[in-house]
């Protein structure tokens, strides 16, 4: 990341209590903010937003998306939701410009979980990342198996670091049985902590997305355990 990034993270705010509303579910004790960011394009990022988001919902949490990315495609992908997913799993929607960033994050605290999803060219709007970044519970960064993607990913994974806020790398849209998934969970561990479910490659996460619905909504949806395990793992480092 640019050296306008490299500030000293300050103290914490606290967050604002919420109250959870699924008697089966543990106390949701305040909003957690999940920031799923990367600096390298094609990499599924908004994908794995939206698909943690409708996890987050089944697992009965209050969700909204901060949609910041300017192609809108988790607009897109709510605008074509069938009524009945919207009903079942519920989730709330704000599009955002970076630069009104502070106003949206301080207005929108009556939920349990909020997803916020970043334009790729994060290193374009230094400052407005930094405060997101700072504000954030836990920091996903989606990545592929390329050593250009790794190269990319790492700069940024080094900046989360110094900041001190939770972290972890997820390798998504990977292949199996391939010398180069291997490689990649070996250079990658050596930045920053990884996930341990990779997200594969399946033509169901697509088809899920194309019609408004997650790859957990799709009859034995292919990647849905994947999905179901990445979310088990976010929402145990973010202590919901």
Not at 42 to 50: D, E, N, P, S
Not at 62 to 76: L, S
């Amino acid at each position: 990341m640019p050296d306008a990034l490299a500030k000293p993270r300050p103290k914490r705010r606290a967050k604002e209590a919420g109250t959870a509303v699924v008697e089966t579910k543990p106390a949701v004790t305040g909003l957690k903010r999940l920031l799923a960011a990367s600096c390298k394009g094609g990499v599924g990022k908004t994908g794995l937003a939206r698909n943690i988001a409708v996890a987050a919902a089944q697992d009965g949490l209050r969700v909204i998306i901060i949609d910041t990315d300017e192609q809108r495609n988790i607009g897109d992908w709510l605008g074509v939701r069938p009524e009945a997913a919207k009903q079942v799993t519920p989730i709330a929607h704000v599009e955002a410009d970076l630069n009104d960033i502070d106003r949206v994050l301080s207005e929108h605290n009556n939920y349990d979980l909020m997803i916020i999803d970043t334009p790729t060219a994060i290193e374009q709007n230094p400052a407005a990342v930094q405060q997101i970044l700072l504000a954030s519970d836990f920091v996903l960064v989606p990545t592929g198996t390329s050593k250009d993607d790794i190269n990319s990913v790492s700069r940024w994974m080094r900046h989360v670091r110094e900041q001190e806020v939770p972290c972890a790398y997820v390798l998504n849209r990977v292949r199996r049985n391939v010398g180069s998934l291997l490689r990649a969970k070996l250079t990658l561990q050596d930045s920053g902590p990884l996930c341990p479910f990779d997200i594969p490659l399946t033509e169901d996460f697509v088809t899920a997305g194309d019609n408004g619905l997650s790859v957990l909504e799709l009859r034995n949806g292919a990647g849905s355990e994947e999905i179901r395990g990445l979310w088990k793992y976010i929402r145990a480092e973010m202590g919901l």
